[in-house]
C-alpha cells in the first residue's frame, strides 16, 4: 500500500505539500500542543506512517482513493485539529517559516439566512431590539426565503401576530419582501475557520490579499471553492477544544497523581469504558454528549472501536435523511434482518450491516450498483460533500438512477438506493474521518471515567467549548462523585485548579477548586491584577485584597458577591459571610476622604448584616457565576412541586413507565430544532437529579413558541415515552415556574 501511494504522490508532484504538513505537525509536537489530522487524510497510510494522522487505514480498510486518485483534479485535502488555545502559535509559526507574500488564510463570505434577515430588515425598517428578537426567535434558522412565506402567512396566529406586531402596519407588509431580498445574499466576509493557503509564487501576483480584523492574521479575498481552479493548495489548520482539555487533563494527572498517559497506547477495549457510553453517561465527552447521540447510544450498545465509528457517522443529517438511522440500530439488535438491496452491494455495506454511512460507500455503491466510473464517483463525492449539493445530486440522479436500471435493479430498489445516497448531500461523513473522531470520543471517554477530577478541571479550564454551561459540567461532576470547591481568594487560581489537602500526591482522587475566571465580569486587566499580586504572596485580608490587586469597584463586588471574599472572613457564619464581605470591600476601597472625613474602621460594634438564606445564595452564584454549590435552583422548590405530582428527572429515568402521563420541571439547558427533524423542537431539563429530554411537536410549539423559546424554568406536562433506557417526555403542556432562583443567569445552548 505504501508503495502505491508514493509513487502516486511521485507522479503528481506533492512530496512537498506532504512534507509541509509533516513539518507544522513537528512544530507543534515540540511545542508540546496535541494534534491530530483527520478528514480524508486518515485514508493515507503515508499520513499515518508521518504522524500526520492517528488511524491505521490498513486495519479499517479505509479506501485510499477518497483521499488521493489520479482522476481528481484539486489538491488532496488534509485537515489538522490543533489544541485550540494554543491554535495562534502555530499560525503565526507558518506564516514566520514562508512569510506573508506566501502564506495568508482564506476568506468566507457569510450570506443570509432566516434569522440574520429579519433582525437586519426590521433594524432597517425601525423596529426595536425587542420586536426584531421577537420575529427572529420565531423565523427559519436556515432560510431567509421560508422566513419571508412565514411571515405573509395569514391564516392562524401568524409569526407577525405572535410577536405583537400589526399584520397590517406598512412597515410589516414591508418586512417580508425585504428579507425574501436579502435571501442568500452574502452579508459580510469572514475568515476561513482554518483555510491556509501557501504559494511558491508571491500571494499578490494571484489574489488580492487583506489584513483580517484579527491582529497578526492576513487573508486572501477568495473563498476555498475559488482555489483549485489557478491551482493554489489549501491545508486546514484547525482548533478543537477537546484536544485542548485532553492536554490539560493528561497534564494534571501527570501532577496530581504521577501517572503519565499516553494516548496512543490506550486500550480501546476497556468495557468500563463502553458501560459509561451505553448508559449515555457521555456529558463533555467529545460528540457523543447532545440529546441526539445520548438518546441513539442506549440503543447501538457500542462494545468496540467501530461502534463508536459507526455512532460518530449516523447522528449526522446524511443518515438522518436518508433513512439509514433506525434500519441500522434495528439490525444491529438482531430486530431486522441483514438485507442487500443487490448482491452488488454486500462487500461495500457488510461491515455497516447493508446500510451505507460513509462517502466512501457512496462512491462504491455508485460504482458496482450504477457502474459508474473512478472520475464520476468522484463527481459524486464532491456533490456529496459540497455545501451547495441539492442542485448538483439532482444533475446526476437520473444517470444514476438509469445505470442500476441497466445493472438489472428493480426501480423501486434503485430509488431506495439513491435516495440512501442522496442524503450524503447534507455532510455524510468519510469514513476515515469518523475513525479519528472516534479516537478522541475513546479517549475522552476513558479520562472521564478513571479521571473525573482532573477531566473536570480540565473542561472547566477549555471553556467555551462542548455543549454544556459549566453549570451543568459541575452538577454532572458532582453527581460522579467529584468534589467541587468555591472559588476562594485565599486558595483558588486563575483557572480551576485540583488540591489535595496534605500537599502530596495521593491515591484518593483530588478535589477541584473552581478558578477566579469562573466570577463573570472579569476579565484580563483582572486577571493580570490579580497574578500580579499572588505572585507577591497570598491575600491575608479584604483590606490586603483591595490593596495590592487593584481591582476597580465593580470587580470587587462581583467577587464578593461571589463569594470569593468568604475565606477571609472566618468570624462571620456562613450565610453572613457575602454582605458582610461586600460591605468590608466597599469600606475599604472608599478609603479615606480626606482629612475631615477619615475611613471608619468597621468592627465588631458595626451592627451584623442579616444573613442570606440558601435560595438568595444560589441565586447570587448564578448570577455571578452560573455555577452553584449551595444548591441547584430546582432544589429549592422540590418541596412545592412534589405533593403536586411534578416529578424529578432520576424519578422518570428509573421509575417512569412508557405511555403514562407526567409532569416535571427543570432549568432548560438546551433548547434545538434540527433542520432534519421536520420542525419537532427538543429542549433538555436539568433539575438536581439529572437531565430529562423533552420532545414538543411543531403544533404545540407554534402555540407557545416565546414561552417556550424564552422561560428558564418550564413546568411540562406530557406522555412519558420508554424505549429500552431512553427516556423522553412528549409534551402536551407548558407552563413558566416563578422562582427567584437565579435561573434566568443560567447559560443555555439555544437553537445552536
Same mark, same amino acid.
Given at each position: 500500500q505504501?508503495?502505491?501511494?508514493l509513487?502516486?504522490?511521485?507522479?503528481?508532484?506533492?512530496a512537498?505539500?506532504?512534507?509541509?504538513?509533516?513539518?507544522?505537525?513537528r512544530?507543534?509536537?515540540?511545542?508540546?500542543?496535541?494534534?491530530?489530522?483527520r478528514g480524508?487524510?486518515a485514508n /493515507?497510510a503515508?499520513?499515518y506512517?508521518?504522524g500526520?494522522?492517528?488511524?491505521?487505514?490498513?486495519?479499517?480498510?479505509?479506501?485510499?482513493?477518497?483521499?488521493?486518485?489520479?482522476?481528481?483534479?484539486e489538491? %488532496?485535502?488534509?485537515?489538522?485539529?490543533?489544541?485550540?488555545?494554543e491554535?495562534?502559535?502555530?499560525?503565526q509559526?507558518?506564516?514566520?517559516?514562508?512569510?506573508?507574500?506566501?502564506?495568508a488564510?482564506?476568506?468566507?463570505?457569510?450570506t443570509?439566512?432566516?434569522?440574520?434577515?429579519?433582525?437586519?430588515?426590521?433594524?432597517?425598517?425601525?423596529?426595536s431590539?425587542?420586536?426584531?428578537d421577537?420575529?427572529a426567535?420565531?423565523?427559519?434558522?436556515?432560510?431567509?426565503k /421560508?422566513?419571508?412565506?412565514? $411571515? !405573509?402567512?395569514?391564516g392562524?396566529?401568524?409569526?407577525?401576530?405572535?410577536?405583537?406586531?400589526?399584520?397590517?402596519?406598512?412597515r410589516?407588509?414591508?418586512?417580508?419582501?425585504?428579507v425574501?431580498?436579502?435571501?442568500?445574499?452574502?452579508?459580510h466576509?469572514s475568515?476561513?475557520?482554518g483555510g &491556509?493557503v501557501l504559494t511558491?509564487? %508571491?500571494?499578490?501576483?494571484?489574489?488580492?490579499i487583506?489584513p #483580517?480584523?484579527? %491582529?497578526?492574521r492576513t487573508?486572501?479575498?477568495?473563498?476555498?471553492?475559488?482555489l483549485?481552479?489557478?491551482?493554489?493548495?489549501?491545508?486546514?489548520?484547525? *482548533?478543537?477544544g477537546?484536544?485542548?482539555?485532553?492536554?490539560d487533563?493528561?497534564?494534571?494527572?501527570?501532577?496530581?497523581?504521577?501517572?503519565?498517559i499516553?494516548?496512543?497506547?490506550?486500550d480501546?477495549?476497556?468495557?468500563s469504558?463502553?458501560?459509561?457510553?451505553?448508559?449515555?453517561?457521555t456529558?463533555g465527552?467529545?460528540?457523543?454528549? /447532545?440529546? #441526539?447521540?445520548?438518546?441513539?447510544?442506549p440503543r447501538?450498545k457500542?462494545?468496540?472501536?467501530?461502534?463508536?465509528v459507526?455512532e460518530?457517522?449516523?447522528?449526522?443529517? *446524511?443518515?438522518i435523511?436518508?433513512?439509514?438511522v433506525h434500519?441500522?440500530? !434495528?439490525r444491529k439488535?438482531?430486530?431486522? #434482518?441483514?438485507?442487500?438491496?443487490?448482491?452488488?452491494?454486500e462487500?461495500? $455495506?457488510k461491515r455497516?450491516l447493508g446500510?451505507?454511512?460513509?462517502?466512501e460507500?457512496g462512491m462504491?455503491v455508485?460504482i458496482?450498483?450504477?457502474?459508474?466510473?473512478? *472520475?464520476?464517483?468522484?463527481?459524486?463525492?464532491?456533490?456529496?460533500?459540497?455545501?451547495?449539493?441539492? @442542485?448538483?445530486?439532482?444533475?446526476?440522479?437520473q444517470?444514476?438512477l438509469?445505470?442500476?436500471?441497466?445493472?438489472?435493479?428493480?426501480?423501486?430498489?434503485?430509488?431506495?438506493?439513491?435516495?440512501q445516497?442522496?442524503?450524503?448531500a447534507d455532510?455524510?461523513?468519510?469514513e476515515?474521518?469518523?475513525?479519528?473522531?472516534?479516537l478522541?470520543?475513546?479517549a475522552s471517554?476513558?479520562?472521564k471515567?478513571?479521571?473525573?477530577?482532573?477531566?473536570?478541571?480540565?473542561?472547566?479550564?477549555?471553556?467555551?467549548?462542548g455543549?454544556?454551561a459549566?453549570?451543568?459540567?459541575?452538577?454532572?461532576?458532582?453527581?460522579?462523585?467529584?468534589?467541587?470547591?468555591?472559588?476562594?481568594?485565599?486558595?483558588s487560581?486563575?483557572?480551576?485548579t485540583?488540591?489535595?489537602d496534605?500537599?502530596?500526591?495521593?491515591?484518593?482522587a483530588?478535589a477541584?477548586?473552581?478558578?477566579?475566571r469562573s466570577?463573570?465580569?472579569?476579565?484580563a486587566?483582572?486577571?493580570?491584577?490579580?497574578?500580579?499580586a499572588?505572585?507577591?504572596?497570598?491575600?491575608?485580608?479584604?483590606?490586603?485584597?483591595v490593596q495590592?490587586?487593584?481591582?476597580?469597584?465593580?470587580?470587587?463586588?462581583?467577587?464578593?458577591?461571589?463569594?470569593?471574599?468568604?475565606g477571609l472572613?472566618?468570624?462571620?457564619p456562613?450565610?453572613?459571610?457575602?454582605? #458582610?464581605a461586600l460591605?468590608?470591600?466597599?469600606?475599604?476601597?472608599?478609603?479615606?476622604?480626606?482629612p475631615?472625613?477619615?475611613?471608619? !474602621?468597621?468592627g465588631?460594634d458595626?451592627?451584623?448584616?442579616?444573613a442570606?438564606?440558601?435560595?438568595?445564595l444560589?441565586?447570587?452564584d448564578?448570577?455571578?457565576? *452560573?455555577?452553584?454549590?449551595?444548591?441547584?435552583?430546582?432544589?429549592h422548590?422540590?418541596?412545592?412541586?412534589?405533593?403536586?405530582?411534578?416529578r424529578?428527572?432520576?424519578d422518570l429515568?428509573?421509575?417512569?413507565?412508557?405511555?403514562?402521563?407526567?409532569?416535571?420541571?427543570?432549568?432548560?439547558?438546551?433548547r434545538?430544532?434540527?433542520?432534519?427533524?421536520?420542525?419537532?423542537?427538543?429542549?433538555?431539563? @436539568?433539575d438536581?437529579?439529572?437531565?430529562?429530554?423533552?420532545?414538543?411537536? %411543531?403544533?404545540r410549539?407554534?402555540?407557545?413558541?416565546?414561552?417556550?423559546?424564552?422561560?428558564?424554568l418550564?413546568?411540562v406536562?406530557?406522555?412519558?415515552?420508554?424505549?429500552q433506557?431512553?427516556?423522553?417526555v412528549?409534551?402536551?403542556?407548558?407552563r413558566?415556574? @416563578?422562582?427567584a432562583?437565579?435561573?434566568? &443567569?443560567a447559560?443555555?445552548?439555544?437553537?445552536h
Amino acid at each position: 500500500q505504501l508503495a502505491h501511494e508514493l509513487a502516486l504522490i511521485e507522479k503528481l508532484a506533492l512530496a512537498g505539500y506532504f512534507l509541509i504538513v509533516w513539518d507544522i505537525m513537528r512544530f507543534a509536537r515540540r511545542k508540546g500542543i496535541l494534534c491530530q489530522g483527520r478528514g480524508s487524510a486518515a485514508n /493515507s497510510a503515508a499520513c499515518y506512517c508521518l504522524g500526520i494522522t492517528a488511524v491505521d487505514p490498513i486495519r479499517l480498510g479505509l479506501l485510499f482513493e477518497r483521499f488521493l486518485s489520479e482522476e481528481r483534479t484539486e489538491a %488532496p485535502d488534509i485537515d489538522i485539529d490543533f489544541a485550540h488555545r494554543e491554535r495562534e502559535d502555530v499560525l503565526q509559526y507558518v506564516y514566520e517559516k514562508y512569510g506573508r507574500d506566501h502564506a495568508a488564510m482564506v476568506c468566507e463570505q457569510i450570506t443570509y439566512r432566516g434569522r440574520s434577515a429579519v433582525r437586519d430588515a426590521a433594524r432597517v425598517l425601525g423596529f426595536s431590539v425587542e420586536q426584531a428578537d421577537a420575529l427572529a426567535t420565531l423565523s427559519d434558522r436556515f432560510s431567509a426565503k /421560508s422566513t419571508a412565506d412565514a $411571515l !405573509r402567512e395569514t391564516g392562524g396566529p401568524s409569526i407577525v401576530e405572535r410577536a405583537g406586531l400589526d399584520p397590517n402596519d406598512r412597515r410589516v407588509r414591508a418586512l417580508a419582501d425585504v428579507v425574501e431580498g436579502l435571501h442568500q445574499i452574502p452579508r459580510h466576509r469572514s475568515i476561513h475557520v482554518g483555510g &491556509f493557503v501557501l504559494t511558491h509564487e %508571491p500571494l499578490h501576483e494571484i489574489v488580492p490579499i487583506e489584513p #483580517a480584523s484579527m %491582529p497578526g492574521r492576513t487573508v486572501i479575498q477568495w473563498e476555498k471553492d475559488d482555489l483549485d481552479p489557478v491551482g493554489l493548495v489549501k491545508i486546514d489548520l484547525l *482548533g478543537l477544544g477537546i484536544l485542548t482539555l485532553m492536554q490539560d487533563c493528561m497534564l494534571y494527572i501527570r501532577q496530581t497523581r504521577g501517572v503519565t498517559i499516553d494516548l496512543a497506547l490506550l486500550d480501546m477495549t476497556d468495557q468500563s469504558v463502553y458501560d459509561d457510553l451505553c448508559a449515555a453517561d457521555t456529558i463533555g465527552v467529545f460528540q457523543v454528549e /447532545s440529546r #441526539a447521540q445520548m438518546n441513539t447510544l442506549p440503543r447501538l450498545k457500542p462494545r468496540c472501536f467501530y461502534d463508536l465509528v459507526v455512532e460518530i457517522a449516523l447522528i449526522r443529517p *446524511g443518515p438522518i435523511q436518508g433513512e439509514m438511522v433506525h434500519p441500522y440500530l !434495528r439490525r444491529k439488535n438482531g430486530e431486522e #434482518a441483514v438485507e442487500y438491496l443487490h448482491p452488488s452491494l454486500e462487500p461495500i $455495506l457488510k461491515r455497516t450491516l447493508g446500510v451505507p454511512l460513509f462517502q466512501e460507500q457512496g462512491m462504491q455503491v455508485a460504482i458496482a450498483a450504477a457502474g459508474f466510473t473512478p *472520475g464520476e464517483a468522484d463527481m459524486l463525492r464532491k456533490a456529496m460533500g459540497h455545501k451547495r449539493s441539492r @442542485e448538483r445530486m439532482a444533475a446526476i440522479c437520473q444517470k444514476m438512477l438509469d445505470g442500476m436500471a441497466a445493472n438489472g435493479i428493480a426501480p423501486a430498489d434503485a430509488q431506495r438506493i439513491f435516495n440512501q445516497i442522496n442524503g450524503f448531500a447534507d455532510y455524510g461523513f468519510p469514513e476515515s474521518h469518523a475513525a479519528s473522531f472516534a479516537l478522541l470520543v475513546y479517549a475522552s471517554a476513558y479520562l472521564k471515567h478513571y479521571y473525573a477530577p482532573e477531566f473536570t478541571a480540565a473542561i472547566l479550564n477549555a471553556q467555551p467549548m462542548g455543549f454544556y454551561a459549566p453549570g451543568t459540567l459541575v452538577e454532572d461532576a458532582r453527581r460522579h462523585g467529584v468534589e467541587v470547591r468555591p472559588v476562594d481568594l485565599t486558595r483558588s487560581a486563575w483557572h480551576a485548579t485540583l488540591e489535595t489537602d496534605s500537599g502530596v500526591r495521593l491515591q484518593n482522587a483530588p478535589a477541584v477548586r473552581l478558578g477566579v475566571r469562573s466570577v463573570r465580569g472579569l476579565g484580563a486587566t483582572a486577571r493580570d491584577k490579580l497574578e500580579a499580586a499572588l505572585r507577591e504572596g497570598p491575600f491575608m485580608s479584604v483590606d490586603d485584597v483591595v490593596q495590592r490587586a487593584g481591582l476597580d469597584r465593580r470587580a470587587l463586588r462581583h467577587l464578593a458577591e461571589a463569594g470569593a471574599f468568604d475565606g477571609l472572613l472566618a468570624h462571620e457564619p456562613d450565610l453572613r459571610k457575602r454582605r #458582610a464581605a461586600l460591605w468590608a470591600v466597599l469600606d475599604a476601597a472608599r478609603g479615606d476622604a480626606g482629612p475631615l472625613a477619615p475611613r471608619r !474602621r468597621l468592627g465588631v460594634d458595626v451592627a451584623p448584616v442579616p444573613a442570606m438564606t440558601p435560595v438568595e445564595l444560589t441565586e447570587a452564584d448564578y448570577r455571578m457565576t *452560573g455555577i452553584s454549590l449551595a444548591g441547584h435552583p430546582m432544589s429549592h422548590v422540590r418541596s412545592v412541586l412534589e405533593p403536586n405530582g411534578v416529578r424529578s428527572a432520576r424519578d422518570l429515568l428509573q421509575n417512569g413507565r412508557d405511555g403514562e402521563t407526567v409532569a416535571t420541571a427543570g432549568l432548560v439547558i438546551c433548547r434545538q430544532r434540527p433542520g432534519t427533524a421536520k420542525g419537532f423542537v427538543f429542549l433538555t431539563l @436539568e433539575d438536581e437529579t439529572g437531565l430529562i429530554n423533552v420532545v414538543v411537536t %411543531p403544533q404545540r410549539f407554534e402555540r407557545q413558541a416565546l414561552l417556550i423559546s424564552r422561560t428558564p424554568l418550564l413546568l411540562v406536562r406530557g406522555v412519558l415515552q420508554v424505549e429500552q433506557t431512553v427516556v423522553n417526555v412528549r409534551a402536551k403542556q407548558f407552563r413558566a415556574l @416563578e422562582a427567584a432562583v437565579g435561573a434566568e &443567569f443560567a447559560k443555555r445552548h439555544d437553537f445552536h
